[in-house]
């Protein structure tokens, strides 16, 4: 406020001046103008020091009073506070490159495009980049991975994606793409799995070889059990025994059957047949057998099938998938219960939903209904007959086929478990002819 005043005291001190001047010299008018020539000079003169002031780029600001004063003031403030939070931004700098250079995983800054613009260290090591050699390369080109370059091309977030790096294929990698909020660009994150790769994939040799070590001896052992449940069927001491060591062979039967089926589905990515499946034909054949399977317990199965889409995969695979969960809601659903069964194209995808009106499942157990093994329920799942693997064989053979199984349920109200499958793998039914011979 002070400088303020200095510069109405200037300017009325020059007025005054003048007037001075012209009530003694006479010329007021010459007066007037020397004063505003002289206040002009004044003004211009501050602002030639001011260009020169920033263009130097000196802390200290130039002398002066007034209005002038004030604006230097002002402005060397303005300045002390920038030059403050450019040293608060370039230690926090500092920070982030540190930070980034001691991650273990590989960090990519991608454009909205899809091209490098920044990566950490780690990224060299698990990815092979370079910089500048890399920088704004394209990352689908560089990974080469056929999944992974559809989502890059798609944008947005992304599943996980396991593959091998390609700067060295002995190390596995787990790699997301996120999209930054905000902005067009996104993060690919690489994380180095390999050894809970290897030790994941020791575990699932161990069973399948040891699933497949336990087949023959059951089967054997079924074979002459049932000719023991034949040759004692009279003798009711020995009846019983015979009965429940052929019920618990059946489901020892049944429970390696279906790790060798996890475990096939496990080792490959892909289908190792792909062909046309007439899945309406499918559905209907499974529901039929599914009401055969109902024996009396009143279920109203109710199917609601879209004649006009078929599905490219492995046909034994898919009825395996659709037929775990039609038998899981017979099976885990009281008498009376409405089961709808339905096979329809949404948006971007076809869809195989098995819906029910039944007592539901506690929010808690969705997130686990996939595990091997796991149950809601366990003893009356064991007294029902399944394995705990039916879900896990499911959710397997639905991603090798490049769908998702998704689980939602209610308590009180209801479950649905539903495959959903990308449209790239649809084929419309009246368009099977061409579509084989453009495969051709």
Not at 77 to 93: D, G, I, M, T
Request: aromatic share 8%; hydrophobic share 40%; with cysteine.
């Amino acid at each position: 406020m002070r400088q303020v005043w200095q510069g109405l005291a200037g300017i009325g001190g020059l007025a005054l001046a003048a007037f001075a001047a012209s009530l003694f010299f006479g010329h007021e008018w010459t007066f007037y103008a020397a004063a505003a020539g002289f206040y002009i000079t004044w003004h211009a003169a501050n602002l030639m020091r001011l260009k020169w002031w920033l263009h130097r780029g000196r802390f200290r600001a130039p002398m002066s009073f007034g209005l002038w004063e004030a604006v230097f003031d002002d402005l060397q403030s303005v300045q002390l506070r920038n030059r403050r939070r450019k040293r608060a931004l370039l230690a926090l700098l500092r920070q982030l490159r540190e930070l980034a250079a001691n991650i273990p995983d590989a960090v990519v800054l991608l454009d909205k495009r899809g091209r490098v613009r920044w990566f950490n260290p780690a990224a060299e090591r698990l990815l092979g980049l370079r910089w500048p050699d890399h920088s704004y390369a394209d990352m689908a080109e560089l990974v080469g991975h056929p999944v992974l370059e559809d989502q890059l091309n798609v944008g947005g977030d992304s599943r996980p994606v396991e593959m091998p790096s390609p700067h060295n294929g002995a190390i596995m990698l787990l790699i997301e793409i996120s999209a930054i909020r905000g902005t067009d660009q996104r993060l690919l994150v690489a994380r180095d799995i390999t050894k809970t790769y290897n030790l994941e994939r020791s575990r699932r040799e161990f069973v399948a070889n040891v699933s497949h070590e336990l087949r023959t001896p059951l089967t054997v052992f079924r074979g002459y059990l049932e000719v023991l449940e034949e040759l004692t069927e009279e003798n009711a001491e020995l009846a019983r025994p015979t009965q429940l060591l052929g019920q618990q062979s059946d489901r020892m039967l049944d429970l390696v059957t279906d790790l060798l089926s996890l475990s096939r589905l496990e080792f490959t990515d892909r289908p190792p047949t792909v062909e046309t499946v007439r899945v309406p034909e499918l559905l209907g054949t499974i529901v039929d057998e599914a009401r055969g399977l109902d024996m009396g317990r009143d279920h109203k199965i109710v199917a609601r099938i879209d004649p006009d889409w078929w599905l490219e995969g492995d046909k034994s695979t898919l009825r395996t998938a659709f037929t775990n969960l039609i038998v899981n809601a017979i099976r885990h659903t009281p008498r009376g219960t409405e089961i709808t069964v339905e096979w329809f194209a949404a948006d971007d995808e076809c869809i195989m939903r098995v819906s029910d009106n039944g007592p539901g499942i506690a929010a808690y157990h969705l997130p686990r209904l996939t595990e091997r093994f796991y149950r809601v329920d366990p003893g009356r799942a064991r007294e029902k007959g399944g394995t705990g693997l039916g879900l896990a064989i499911t959710k397997h053979a639905v991603e090798r086929h490049g769908g998702e199984l998704t689980i939602a349920s209610i308590q009180g109200r209801g479950s649905t478990f539903a495959c959903h499958f990308p449209a790239a793998s649809a084929v419309p039914a009246s368009d099977t002819f061409g579509h084989a011979r453009r495969r051709a």
